[in-house]
């Protein structure tokens, strides 16, 4: 089994090959956002450094969302022409989920937060247990206030990555204190070897879907259901 | 915080135009409200020019979205012919308003909710004393405040 993942949900653009036994190439590239130009050259290195043929794909990997609209779109039209033309699956993981992974086996709680802009971000809590790795609260847009509001509720420490941290930082630190801490730079952004991983995964629980169905999500509340929340309550999870 | 220029003649209202362009910086959000003929076009041309775009400036209102290329990029857009800030949401629109260029936006108020809190709004008003004295206002939040005095100083001195 040799999958293809890209991820192009954020600023960073990124694409692996990995099959059952290693991770064989990835490329991330987080420099200005050119990914219409730049996804498909990255995906031929990744193949050609491999020595991949696209015919020896199994599978494509795609990061599903939330993130940059555009970004998302890329992701999804490139990942459904390569699996429509090769008529194999798309395995959508959700950007979140990959952001977590980077940190594999990590103590605490694993948030990545992403910048949604107007002060809200897109995050999920995570958690490793004993090899385990569970989802404790499921992606939402909530506002960073909330967030850490959910985040005192608990007990352990929390890890913060995402592009929403330079954003955040200082709020976080004033909130949290000694509670916080911040991936380092090299696990910090999205990998498209972390959707790689939890792909094969979901590949072999069975998962996966053909491209004409696959669509990514935005985790966005249309214009009516925000308006109708800011007169009801403050914006909360999907 | 505010400011505020009475423009003579369209020429006026291209120089104000330029004055804004070269204080403005990647990522800001300009919003102009004026009815038809209020000069909305001819200021955004000037924004263009002092941004350092030589390509003269057309109307958005049937393309939606009109980029220029540029060091700082400029993307005039007018919200006329959408429905709400959903549809500008799905053709992209957020992309580019908290992207690496200037936006200048016609009938921004349609798309209110995902517009950045910080916008610079301009609004161009006819003045009785003549057919082509216009009231330019500008409104901008406290984050704005060096360039708004940057904006007004440039008056006396014409940079």
Redesign the interface.
């Known amino acids: 089994m040799k999958i293809l993942a890209i991820d192009t949900s954020s600023m960073v653009a990124s694409a692996a090959v990995m099959d059952g036994q290693k991770l064989l190439a990835e490329y991330i590239v987080n420099h200005?956002?050119t990914h219409s130009e730049q996804l498909m050259p990255i995906i031929e290195k990744v193949l050609e450094s491999s020595g991949t043929g696209i015919r020896e794909i199994d599978a494509i990997a795609v990061a599903s969302g939330p993130g940059?609209?555009?970004?998302l779109?890329i992701g999804a039209a490139t990942a459904k022409g390569l699996a429509h033309a090769r008529g194999i699956k798309i395995v959508g993981v959700p950007t979140l989920d990959g952001l977590a992974f980077n940190l594999p086996h990590c103590q605490g709680i694993i948030c990545p937060i992403m910048d949604a802009?107007?002060n809200q971000v897109y995050t999920a809590l995570y958690k490793w247990d004993r090899g385990g790795f569970y989802k404790l609260m499921t992606h939402c847009a909530i506002a960073l206030s909330e967030l850490l509001e959910e985040i005192k509720r608990r007990e352990e420490r929390v890890v913060f990555l995402g592009d929403g941290v330079p954003v955040h930082r200082e709020t976080i630190k004033k909130e949290l204190g000694e509670r916080a801490d911040f991936a380092p730079k090299n696990a910090d952004r999205q990998r498209a070897s972390s959707i790689a991983e939890l792909a094969l995964q979901a590949l072999e629980r069975g998962e996966g879907q053909d491209p004409e169905s696959f669509v990514p999500f935005y985790l966005?509340k249309?214009?009516?259901e925000?308006?109708y929340d800011r007169k009801t309550r403050p914006e909360g999870c999907l | 915080m505010k400011y505020s220029f009475v423009s003579k003649s369209p020429g006026d209202t291209l120089k104000f135009g330029i004055r804004l362009g070269k204080h403005l910086k990647p990522g800001d959000v300009v919003c102009l409200e004026g009815e038809l003929g209020a000069g909305k076009t001819v200021l955004t041309g000037g924004i263009a020019k002092g941004l350092g775009i030589i390509t003269g400036v057309t109307s958005p209102t049937y393309t939606i979205i009109n980029e220029y290329p540029g060091e700082i990029p400029l993307y005039h857009i007018d919200l006329y012919r959408l429905e709400d800030g959903d549809e500008f949401y799905y053709i992209g629109g957020e992309d580019l308003l908290y992207g690496q260029g200037v936006s200048v936006i016609e009938w921004a108020s349609r798309a209110e909710g995902i517009l950045p809190e910080d916008c610079l709004w301009i609004s161009l008003k006819r003045l009785d004393e003549s057919k082509d004295f216009r009231l330019i206002e500008l409104t901008v939040a406290e984050k704005h405040r060096d360039f708004l005095e940057r904006v007004s100083k440039s008056e006396n001195t014409g940079h």
């Open positions: 200005k956002r940059s609209f555009t970004g779109r802009r107007r966005r249309s214009q009516a925000r308006e």
